[in-house]
């Protein structure tokens, strides 16, 4: 029987803000009350301490889905001019136009004047920061972007931003404890739930020897006996999943390594498992979910070849060498090099985001280290200064770019956005469109149809990171896990926040203290293509209310951490819940996408071609859904407008 809400504590008052139509409430706030509570759920002016849904949260995408339903222009509307004159608008204030920002004050210097436009509350896009207040206790937590981070290692260009600055990625080992969980007993366990595997079933890995990574099983499926006595899967299901970790079979036999890879880029992990490895079916719903981090789909939608590059087992006795073959994803492709380049801030990429906002506007974001960055407060209020010659104008989503005149003649381009539901105009000399690629066919007439089709077809993946904030993780400690993997479970991936200390922040360290939990959701639907499990996946999303993802947010932590006496109704803090529907770029995949396996055009290229004055960045000018990609197409960007566009 499924526990009722009111013991899953849906009605306690925790801090959760949700819309109805549109207009912020606090749910709970009355139930707590507090007048103060309730005042700060219902009208903070500091972005990153809103709980309840984030990311795309309600209200922020209407105008765009008014442009995307052709109901937005009506045949009078004429925007308003503000009057203001720029050298540079950018749509988008995510990595890639703040980075485009940068660039561009390199080139024209500090006193060009830059106007960045963003449909959001925030600046950064996905690199988004969670502040939480936990009885006094500042708790940060990252909200989209994770971790400096990428399969390739980063460009001179994107290094060279990361060191302007200040960022000392070799600080990891010393501001980052990775061993912090495993002293205390805890590390990798997998949750078998009762829909999926017939019943509720927590399995610690019973010999932690390091913290366990996001959703990654570790070692817990190695310890054999642990898990053939346990795991509530058939018998064969078990020596199967032993068999293909272990196993040294090679299942293709006569042929070579290239032979092997061009068949496994065609085929799916799942027809792998089983038709190549023969396993049992049963042992698909156990690898399912183990891609969805990085690629946003299951191994029913993840190529065998892609399998292998990222290190999912079956593979031992293939001898397929070290070099990937053709069509393997960026995501699949293993470099020492990149791996050496990693850094965890504790909201994630927001500090970049926040260090390039320290750059463009130093009264915005005070101090001058990139350790004093995580505790900084950022003031709202200089972001968008008249007389300041750059400027951050956040809540304004761009409905036109408009060359005036001829695009190849023009000396203007006006943006129309809509602010507090108002309609308005600015010019400028040039134009950057860091926004997703997909919205941009519905910002302007004056593309060619070929690069239309290209800029729709990089829909991204859509995906939920969410931050639940327990009062202490003493169940954690005594279920001995500080990360599960879910593959049956409403979120497939739960972590206890890494062990990060800098400058003034300090991580919980004891199970006592209260903590930051992150959940993973990738709402895909197994079975269709890629891009149709992203596109019903975002639908999906859209249509789920916070409410809902509470409610299996606390009957997940109920049944996975029963065994350490978890209390939903008692022990959850606070809940935000970061939607991205528009999620990862897309990144071409050698099951659904030709050219990528056999050569082609690549729609990204299509696509990011300058028009006139304006260039186009973001990620998706890449289909490489990281950080560095945002910062390089935006260099291209910009060189591609001073380049191309006359005066
Ligand atoms: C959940 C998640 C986790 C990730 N983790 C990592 C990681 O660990 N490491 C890593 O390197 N990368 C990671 N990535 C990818 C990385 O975040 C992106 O590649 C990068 O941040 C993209 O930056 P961007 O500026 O190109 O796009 P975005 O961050 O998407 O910014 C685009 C901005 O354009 C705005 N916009 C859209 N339309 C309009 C309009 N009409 N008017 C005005 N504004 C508009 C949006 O609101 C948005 O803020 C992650 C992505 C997600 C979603």
Redesign the pocket.
Known sequence: MKPTDRELGMDRPIQRRDFLNGVAVAIGASLLGSSKAAAQQSASPYPPSLTGMRGLYPGSFTT?HALRDHTFWKNSDKPSDTGERYDLVI???????LSAAYFYRKVAGNHARILI????DDF????KRNEFDVNGRKLLGYG???????PSPYSPIAKSVITDLGIDVTADARVRDTKLYSSLGMGPGVFFDQATFGADLLLPDPKPEKDADFGDPGTTETHWKEFHERAPMSTAAKLDIQRIYEGSKDYMPGLSPDEKKAHLARMTYAKYLTDIAGADPSVVKYFQTRPHAYFGVGIDAVSAQDAWGFGLPGFLGLNLGTEPGPGISHDSIQSEEAEKYWFHFPD??ASIARLLVRKLLPAAIPGNSFEDVVTAKADYARLDEAGSATRIRLS???ARVKHLGDVDTAKEVEVA?VKDGKLQSVRAARCIL???HS?IPY?TDELPQKQRAALASAAKVP?V?TNVVLNNWNAFQKAGVNSLYAPGSYFEAVQLDLAVTMGDYQCPRKPEEPIVVHLMKTPCHPGLPARDQHRAGRVELYGTTFETFERNIRDQFARALASGGFDPARDIAAITV?R?PH???YEYNSLFDPFWLDGGEQPCVVARQPYGRVAI????AAAY??????ID?AYRAVSDLLGTARG
């Open positions: 765009a749509v988008g204030g995510g990595i890639s136009g436009l963003d449909v959001l950064g896009g996905h690199a989209g972007t994770y971790a400096i981070e990428s994630g990429n304004s989503t761009v956005y860091a926004c997703w919205m910002l995906i990171y970061n991205w999620g990862y770029a960045a973001n990620a998706d859904s990281y950080t560095d990609a945002a197409e």
